[in-house]
Nanobody, 112 residues
């Protein structure tokens, strides 16, 4: 199973930006789906953004137009660019590969 390491989280003002990175321990074939999920305190983990096996992207309605998921297969890395952050984006963000491998999560806190 591939090991994943997220980074890039932090504390930010509303309207600010962050870029999350997820580095895999080995190469991820381009046909393998990757995604970002998040879990806020007291809430279930939810899908934020996803790149399917065919390369199509999917976003939660709450982040559409503000967040962008991308992948760099040469660097074994998946990114999540987050712009116009809101307090309700506060959560632990997790990277997922192939629907089975999870990272340890990175905390994103948007001040209110």
């Amino acid at each position: 199973q591939v090991q994943l390491a997220e980074s890039g989280g932090g504390l930010v003002q509303p309207g600010g930006s962050l870029r999350l990175s997820c580095v895999a321990s080995r190469s991820i074939p381009g046909i393998v789906a990757v995604g970002w999920y998040r879990q806020a305190p007291g809430k279930q983990r939810e899908l934020v953004a996803h790149i399917g096996s065919g390369g199509s992207t999917q976003y939660a309605l709450s982040v559409k137009g503000r967040f962008t998921i991308s992948r760099d297969n040469a660097k074994n890395t998946v990114y999540l660019q987050m712009n116009s952050l809101k307090p309700e984006d506060t959560a632990v963000y997790y990277c997922n590969v192939g629907y089975t491998s999870w990272g340890q999560g990175t905390q994103v806190t948007v001040l209110s």
